[in-house]
Structures are given as C-alpha cells and as structure tokens.
C-alpha cells in the first residue's frame, strides 16, 4: 500500500531527510542527525511536519459539553482558549487514543489526535453524538500542522508575525488568528517539553511558513528527535506506555480521569478500577534500554516491560519508560534491565529525566 505524504513532503526529500513510513505517511525520520535536532530544540529552534496528526472540529451549541463527555479530563471546566491533553477511552476504561482539544470558542473546539488512530478514534467519536446538539468534522485533510520549537520559538514567531504581544498566548492555550489573509490556529503546546507553538494551517501557507523558518535559523527535525525528547521528558506515546489494552490508570495518568464530573465516557468502569500495571522510569550508565526489554527485579524476576528506550541526548546515558505489574512493583524500588542475556541495575526515578523549558 502507498503511504500517504504530507504538503511538504518534497520539502524534505530536497533537504536530504531521510524518510519512513509512520502511521501511514512518508515521514522524515531526521535531516542531519539526532542528536544536531535534540540539541537545536532544546537550546535554540527546530520545525518538525506533523502534518500527518488528525484534526477534527465540533461545532454547535454543545460543542463544549460533548467533549466533556467523551474524554476523562475536565473540559468543560477549562477556560476559553485553552488546551487540555486527555485519553480518549471505551465504557470499560480502555484506551483508544490520548488527544488535545482545544476551546476556541463557546461553539467550536477542535480535536488534534494521533495519526495511527484517526479512522479509529473517528468512528467511536462520531458513534457518540446522539443527544448533542452539534457538527462533527474531519478535516485532517486540509490542515497541515508545524510544530515550532524550543527557546527562540516565541522570538521568531513574532518576528515571522504569527504571532504578537496581543495573543497573549499563554501555556497550552490556543487562539484563531487572522494571519497573511488566512484564518489559522496557534497553539501554545507541543510535545518536546520546550517552550513552543504549533500551527494549524492551509497547506499552502504551511509552505511559505516552513521556508521563512528556516531562513530564520530553525533547524528542521524528523520524527527520531521528537522521540527522545518526548522520552527525555517522560510524555507518554500511544502504541507505546498507551494502548487499547490499558487503562490511563493503568499508564500513570490519574491525574487525567476527573471523578468529579458528573459523566464521561468509562467512569463507572475507571472508578471501580485497580491499576494493574504501573509506569516505570529508568535509566542505565551503561547501555541502552530498547523497547521490548524485561524489566527485572534484584532477585532476576521479570516483573515488566521496557515501552520506550532511547539514548538520551541532553544526559548522555540510556533511559527509558517502562510498565511493571502493580503486585509486582519491588518495596526496594531497585530494578535490572535485560539486554543481550546481561541483566543490568538501573537507576529508578520519580521525575522527568529532563525538566524541559516550556513556559
């Protein structure tokens, strides 16, 4: 089957990316290399095509209150403009998918979900209109979507006019913006833990938009550096520390399931839940954790399993997230990572590998 490519698919081709296929698009994996990309998020600028990311719109006087309801997090009790990150799941708890929605008006939010599960999480999000006074939407087709960041992203936005003063656009909010005669979205958010923007837009001025940040100094990154800066600040990645087999519960994300409103989707089944597994951070001074690995306890019993590894950039050692079985998770909190037959002590911790900078 060919892979679908986005509109600034021969953008990368001629800066030499080197491609993959990704949820079924042609997408650039890196440009120079992994860890140039890593370095320029985190200290000055990168622009990475997510172009291939699901948007959809609902509109309509219930606009607000069907979201609420079909996503764990409290949305209806967000400010205007704002952006919240919540798992998307069934009546019996599991996940489908995590997504951002973001309020950008009484009327209208718009629903920005993985690649690898826009036909699914279409289905089950058209499946629950019934009873709302609302339109659904899919137009993935029509937006590109770049996502600018890092410490310079603020900076060269404003200096590009995306952006100015006026939007104040604080963290994980979003705003509809007029901008070189078309009607755009800008968002604080993004998925590296830097400070950064990313923008919804025509695919014709995602074009103009990707040549002016270049010429401004961003560096272009693929889909390997945003890896290990989303591990390097522990995001969690659907398909990875989240899947249809798990509860948010069960990947750490409690914080996400708001029992304190009146409905949604899988409460009765989250409430009555007890986390089967739970979410693991590790790191190696010698060696990198790969997905698949056992995780280990001191006595050489498996007890879980390495869902993201990477050799992380900004600390120059393996780390990697990973899911133990709740009944299993050692009182001693010290763990071993297998890999090639060697059974090796890792360290355990409780934050983040890397803060981030994100304002």
């Known amino acids: 089957m060919s892979l679908l490519k986005t509109s600034l698919h021969q953008q990368h081709i001629d800066l030499g990316a080197k491609m993959a296929g990704f949820a079924g698009f042609?997408?650039?994996?890196?440009?120079?290399?992994?860890?140039?990309?890593?370095?320029?998020?985190?200290?000055?600028?990168?622009?990475?095509?997510?172009?291939?990311?699901?948007?959809?719109?609902?509109?309509?006087?219930?606009?607000?209150?069907?979201?609420?309801?079909?996503?764990?997090?409290?949305?209806?009790?967000?400010?205007?403009?704002?952006?919240v990150y919540s798992?998307?799941?069934?009546?019996?708890?599991?996940?489908?998918?995590?997504?951002i929605a973001y309020k950008l008006a009484d009327e209208k939010v718009l629903i920005c979900v993985n690649a690898s599960n826009i036909e699914k999480d279409w289905s089950w999000i058209s499946s629950k209109t019934e009873g709302f006074n609302i339109q659904l939407e899919d137009q993935s087709s029509k937006y590109s979507l770049?996502?600018?960041?890092?410490?310079?992203?603020?900076?060269?936005?404003?200096?590009?006019?995306?952006?100015?003063?006026?939007?104040?656009?604080?963290?994980?909010?979003?705003?509809?913006?007029?901008?070189?005669?078309?009607?755009?979205?800008?968002?604080?958010?993004?998925?590296?833990?830097?400070?950064?923007?990313?923008?919804?837009?025509?695919?014709?001025?995602?074009?103009?938009?990707?040549?002016?940040?270049?010429?401004s100094g961003a560096i272009p990154c693929g889909l390997a550096s945003r890896d290990v800066l989303r591990l390097e600040v522990c995001y969690p990645l659907y398909g990875h520390e989240l899947n249809d087999e798990l509860t948010p519960l069960d990947a750490s994300l409690k914080?996400?399931?708001?029992?304190?409103?009146?409905?949604?989707?899988?409460?009765?089944?989250?409430?009555?839940?007890?986390?089967?597994?739970?979410?693991?951070?590790?790191?190696l001074e010698k060696g990198i954790p790969r997905e698949g690995y056992n995780i280990l306890n001191m006595d050489d019993q498996v007890i879980g399993v390495i869902t993201s590894g990477t050799m992380s950039v900004e600390l120059s050692k393996g780390i990697a997230l990973g899911l133990v079985d709740s009944d299993k998770f050692p009182k001693d909190k010290k763990f071993k990572i297998n890999i090639r037959k060697n059974n090796i002590e890792a360290n355990y911790h409780t934050k983040a590998f890397v803060t981030g900078g994100h304002k």
């Open 87 to 99: 798992p998307l799941c069934r009546e019996d708890g599991t996940v489908i998918d995590d997504l």
């Open 26 to 83: 042609d997408m650039p994996l890196q440009y120079s290399s992994v860890k140039e990309e890593s370095i320029a998020v985190r200290s000055s600028l990168g622009v990475f095509d997510v172009s291939h990311m699901g948007e959809f719109f609902v509109t309509g006087p219930d606009a607000i209150s069907f979201v609420d309801f079909i996503i764990t997090n409290d949305f209806a009790g967000a400010e205007m403009e704002k952006a």
């Open 146 to 215: 770049l996502a600018v960041q890092g410490p310079k992203a603020e900076e060269v936005l404003k200096s590009l006019e995306v952006i100015n003063d006026s939007d104040n656009l604080v963290y994980y909010s979003a705003k509809e913006l007029t901008r070189m005669n078309e009607q755009i979205i800008v968002a604080r958010t993004g998925y590296t833990g830097e400070d950064g923007f990313e923008v919804f837009t025509s695919h014709e001025m995602a074009a103009t938009l990707w040549s002016k940040l270049l010429e």
């Open 255 to 283: 914080w996400t399931v708001k029992s304190s409103k009146d409905k949604f989707i899988g409460k009765a089944a989250l409430e009555a839940s007890t986390p089967t597994k739970r979410l693991v951070k590790l790191s």
